[in-house]
């Protein structure tokens, strides 16, 4: 998307360097990763923890501490949780009342008539808020947000008591129509703060105000039902932070990729799902454009599952239709990330068909694979990594005197050999050659899909087991470059470090295009642009610029899917969004449609806070370089690149800043591990990146 940008401090920007200790903090599902940035003394200090499942606070705090960290002398801290992300997967949700429209209490059942499984009719569905607690109350607007039916202030009251009884935590107001004309939401939510026991009360429309009541019906009840929880937590941890001595602001990583701070965060507490991956993707954002390599496809595989995004331009594809799961729409912006379930832990068997299946089962943290040594059973991606030479089985165990690997080959060869007709290096590599289709095919989803050619971009591997796959992954698809960061397995943490504040907005218009009235649509681009530089000026935070992207959603008369539509600047003519509309549709599909009338859906504006620049090339101590190559080798390893290599091994802090390693190769360091396949050329930029040229299919 194309931009404007304002970069001279005023109103309530700050100066940058008044902020030199930052602590970027990301809470996984198995570890707690933590970067500390000292700007002043030009060092950084980093962290990996167990994450503490039943009460995360405790495991920033124990981050913090393994970092030694002054707690009290941090000038920030930037925390990315997984609070709501589990709650809204595992269905821990709070108790949520939900009042609408007379007639319209199904409307989060009856959804868009699809179907769990796309073939068969088979599957299970549960709303978020469950039919006893869902109130109708007397009230209409029309589309063109007339007022049909006044609002039924008595039986508002009803409702709130009724679902106040329920013992509901939180209460969704979500009437028909809000979004054309807000007046009759706006007050029941004026009359819910003098009832309502607590503060947990979402608007519809003050959260999403686009027109489809069903998407923005979920995003609302998705909301209320991890409001609570989130507050909860948030303040909880600004507590014991507190009580540790840190006076500042603690802002918490959206899942758009921007951050807004924990006093306000519980307020709109949907947009915090999917922050974890989306703080990855930022980082790579961040990273390819000081690397120069501003067009990217982000590759994170973790224990149990793989995630990729698009970025453009340094700019992450952002979406405001993701479906965290079949009939959960969350129609807030957020990176548009897509997932497998293909990590490090997926186990590997034979199917009833008699073919080689990987995932989704997840043999987990605990036992987790064979190779961690604590009693797995059962074959994995990173056995099979293991067994061809690429992990080395002094450094994985978790165990002391842990697992050989004759007892992985023994597994391999009796569950997946001996139905295959192989070896166990055989069935091994077969593991990595189906896992790695399935990861590429989750990056065709990004690209090909979008109508994106993958040739055009380099694949950014980060992740604790990503950079072990990549050149693979990059080689099936003709992806030319790998860009492996300096600290892969904590680049989440870095990415709450590096990101900006941001506040995205969407406001429906949904009219013919020539029928749109355009000072309104300039009307509304003007009202969002200055509601997100309020709210910037709003966070104690120092920025360096303020931002401003700006996009219409747009789709021919009678189609159901919308297509975003970039813009130069926040006022568009008509005839400039017709001539873009249609240069997008072909881009991304490849026909031309002029006859077809176009429909005016959505207006989008984000406004971004740009905070200041990190070093990155302090994230590798610069004391610990050897002087040659040589010097950094640790030893050599047999690997199998479709036969067994003797391969030099490498210690990546003890790589010289000049490195350049002609491949087979592989480079180990504390959080990952790098394989570099024969053909292959990586070389060292200067913020410590390993950049790999995919060499000609072996």
């Known amino acids: 998307m194309s931009q404007s940008s304002s970069s001279e401090p005023k109103g309530g920007l700050c100066p940058p360097d008044t902020q030199s200790q930052v602590a970027g903090i990301d809470v996984g599902g198995t570890f707690t990763d933590l970067v500390l940035f000292d700007a002043a003394k030009g060092t950084v200090r980093l962290a990996k923890t167990p994450t503490t499942l039943d009460n995360q606070a405790a495991g920033v705090l124990n981050a913090l501490d393994a970092a030694e960290a002054d707690i009290a002398a941090l000038d920030l801290i930037v925390h990315g949780t997984t609070t709501t992300t589990n709650a809204v997967l595992e269905r821990n949700l709070c108790r949520t009342g939900f009042i609408t ?125 991890v409001q609570p929880l989130l507050r909860r937590y948030v303040e909880r941890l600004a507590d014991q932070l507190a009580a540790r001595g840190y006076a500042h602001e603690v802002l918490v990583m959206n899942g758009n990729g921007g951050m807004v701070s924990a006093r306000h965060v519980a307020e709109e507490a949907a947009k915090t799902v999917m922050s974890g991956p989306a ?29 990729v995004a698009l970025i453009r331009n340094a700019e992450p594809a952002v979406s405001n239709e993701i479906e965290v799961e079949y009939a959960m729409p969350i129609h807030v912006p957020m990176v548009d ?51 061809l030479g690429r992990l080395d089985p ?28 192989l070896d166990a290096v055989q069935a091994a590599a077969a593991v990595l050659k189906v896992a790695n289709t399935r990861m590429a095919d989750a990056v065709r989803m990004v690209s090909v899909s979008l109508g994106e050619d993958p040739r055009d971009f380099a694949l950014f591997a980060f ?103 970039p813009l130069d600047g926040p006022v568009p003519s008509r005839e400039e969004l017709q001539s873009r509309f249609e240069a997008a549709y072909f881009q991304r599909f490849h026909v031309d449609l002029p006859e077809v009338r176009a429909n005016l859906v959505n207006v989008n504006t984000s406004i971004i806070g740009r905070r200041a620049e990190i070093d990155l090339s302090i994230l590798i101590d610069p004391a610990g370089r050897k002087a040659t190559l040589a010097e950094a080798q640790t030893g050599t390893r047999r690997v199998w690149f479709g036969k067994p290599v003797e391969t030099p091994v490498y210690w990546r802090d003890h790589l010289p800043a000049d490195a350049v390693i002609e491949g087979p190769a592989i480079v180990e360091q504390m959080d990952t591990t790098i394989v570099i396949e024969p053909g292959d050329r990586a070389v060292q930029d200067r913020d410590g990146n390993i950049i790999i040229t995919v060499g000609e299919d072996r």
């Open 463 to 565: 992740g604790g087991a990503g950079p072990l796959h990549a050149t693979a992954i990059a080689r099936e698809l003709g992806i030319p470059r790998v860009l492996a960061p300096s600290r892969p397995g904590i680049t989440n943490a870095l990415g709450c470090v590096v990101a900006d504040l941001r506040h995205d907005f969407v406001n429906t218009v949904n009219r013919p295009l020539q029928a749109a009235d355009m000072e309104a649509v300039h009307g509304l681009f003007a009202k969002q642009s200055e509601q997100g530089r309020r709210l910037i000026d709003k966070e104690a935070v120092a920025i360096r610029e303020i931002r401003e992207i700006h996009s219409v959603d747009m789709q021919f008369i009678g189609q159901t899917h919308l297509l975003r539509v």
């Open 394 to 421: 002094g450094r994985l165990n978790s165990v002391p005197g842990g697992p050989s690997l004759d007892r992985i080959a023994a597994v391999f060869a009796e569950k997946l050999g001996r139905p295959l007709g």
């Open 101 to 225: 429209t007379q007639g319209f209490r199904d409307v989060l059942e009856l959804g868009r008539r699809t179907r769990p499984q796309a073939y068969g009719m088979k599957g299970v569905f549960r709303p978020i808020v469950p039919r006893d607690l869902r109130v109708e109350v007397p009230e209409r607007m029309d589309a063109s947000g007339r007022e049909l039916v006044p609002l039924d202030e008595q039986a508002l009251r009803a409702a709130l008591q009724y679902l106040a009884e329920k013992d509901c935590e939180a209460v969704v107001i979500h009437f028909l129509h809000a979004y054309a004309n807000p007046a009759h939401e706006r007050r029941a939510g004026e009359i819910a703060a003098e009832v309502w026991p607590n503060g947990n009360i979402t608007l519809g429309h003050a959260l999403l105000s686009e027109s489809r009541e069903f998407e923005r019906g979920v995003t609302a009840a998705v909301n209320a039902s």
């Open 279 to 307: 703080s990855g993707v930022m980082a790579a954002a961040y990273t390819g454009r000081r690397a120069n390599i501003p067009d990217l496809i982000t590759y994170d595989m973790g224990g149990t599952s793989t995630d």
């Open 337 to 387: 990330v897509r997932t497998v379930g293909a990590g490090g832990g997926s186990i590997a068997r034979i199917n009833a068909a008699g073919l080689l299946q990987i995932g989704p089962d997840s043999a987990g943290a605990d036992p987790g694979p064979i190779c961690y040594g604590k009693g797995g059973t059962e074959p994995t991606i990173s056995d099979a990594n293991m067994l």
